[in-house]
C-alpha cells in the first residue's frame, strides 16, 4: 500500500472508526492418507482490555447494526447542530463494507471502547511519541454531523469510570498530539490550549485536513474532529463550540 493511501485511510479512521473482519480460521491439511491434521484454534482472550494506548485484539464487528446508544451515553450527550453553528446538521451515516460498519437508521452510534479510543491517537507522528499505557473508556459514543459546506464531522464521547480515569486519557491523548510535531506523515499543530480544552489541526500527507477540539468534563472526554480545506481559520469556531460541548458530554 502507497504511504499516502495509508494515512488518508487514517485520516477515514479517525473520523469515521472503520475497522476490518477478523481473518476466517485455516481449513484442516489433508493428510497423505486422507485424514485431517487438526490445526490449532486460537483461544480469544476474554479479559478485559486494559491500555487504550494498545490496538485491540480483535476489530469492531460488522455484522449487525450497533446500538444508537452506549450504555448511559445517548444523544443526549452530543451537542445539538445548531450549537456547533449555522447550517451544521446531523447525518445519518449509511456504514458499508469501506468504513467498516453496518448502519443504523440513525446519527449516533456505539462504538467499541478500546478501539475508539486507541484510533482518536496520532498514528503516523514524524516524532516518537510517548509509550505509557492509556486507561481504557467504558462506554463510547459518535455522533456524526455535516458542516454547512457539506463536510464530513464527529463527535466522539468517552465515558470513563471515574473522573481520575478520564483525566489520564485525556491528559496522555494531549501528550500525544503535542509530542507528534509537524514533520511526518501525519503533522499536528496546536490553534489554541486551555486548562479543560486544547484545538488542533491533524493533517495527513496528500489528504485531508482536519480540526479537532478535545475537551473533558467530569468522567467523560469529548473529541470533535470536523474535516475543512481552511483549517488555520477555524481556531474562534473551535473555541466557540468547547461550551457546547461541555454543557452535555457529562451529563448522565
Request: proline share 12%.
Amino acid at each position: 500500500m502507497k504511504p499516502a493511501l495509508a494515512l488518508a485511510l487514517g485520516a477515514v479512521a479517525l473520523l469515521y472508526g472503520c475497522s476490518a473482519e477478523p481473518a476466517a480460521e485455516p481449513a484442516p491439511t489433508p493428510t497423505a492418507t486422507g485424514g485431517t491434521v487438526p490445526v490449532p484454534t486460537n483461544t480469544l482472550n476474554t479479559t478485559p482490555p486494559t491500555d487504550a494506548a494498545e490496538p485491540p485484539a480483535l476489530p469492531e464487528q460488522a455484522t449487525a447494526p450497533p446500538p444508537a446508544a452506549a450504555g448511559p451515553v445517548s444523544a443526549k450527550n452530543l451537542p445539538a447542530p445548531a450549537k456547533l453553528g449555522k447550517g451544521w446538521k446531523t447525518y445519518t451515516d449509511p456504514g458499508g463494507a469501506e468504513v467498516g460498519f453496518v448502519g443504523n437508521d440513525t446519527w449516533t452510534r456505539s462504538r467499541a471502547p478500546q478501539q475508539a479510543a486507541y484510533e482518536a491517537l496520532p498514528v503516523g507522528c514524524g516524532n516518537p511519541l510517548p509509550t505509557d499505557s492509556l486507561p481504557v473508556p467504558a462506554h463510547a459514543l459518535q455522533g456524526t454531523y455535516r458542516t454547512p459546506a457539506a463536510k464530513p464531522a464527529t463527535v466522539l464521547v468517552l465515558r470513563f469510570a471515574d473522573s481520575t480515569r478520564a483525566k489520564a486519557y485525556y491528559t496522555g491523548y494531549q501528550a500525544r498530539m503535542t509530542a507528534c510535531g509537524t514533520k511526518g506523515g501525519l503533522q499536528v499543530k496546536q490553534l489554541w490550549s486551555s486548562p479543560d480544552a486544547v484545538a488542533a489541526v491533524r493533517s495527513y500527507e496528500a489528504a485531508e485536513a482536519f480540526v479537532e477540539v478535545s475537551t473533558l468534563e467530569g468522567s467523560t472526554v469529548a473529541l470533535l474532529a470536523q474535516s475543512s480545506t481552511t483549517p488555520d481559520q477555524q481556531a474562534a469556531w473551535a473555541r466557540a463550540v468547547v461550551p457546547a460541548l461541555q454543557a452535555v458530554i457529562d451529563l448522565p
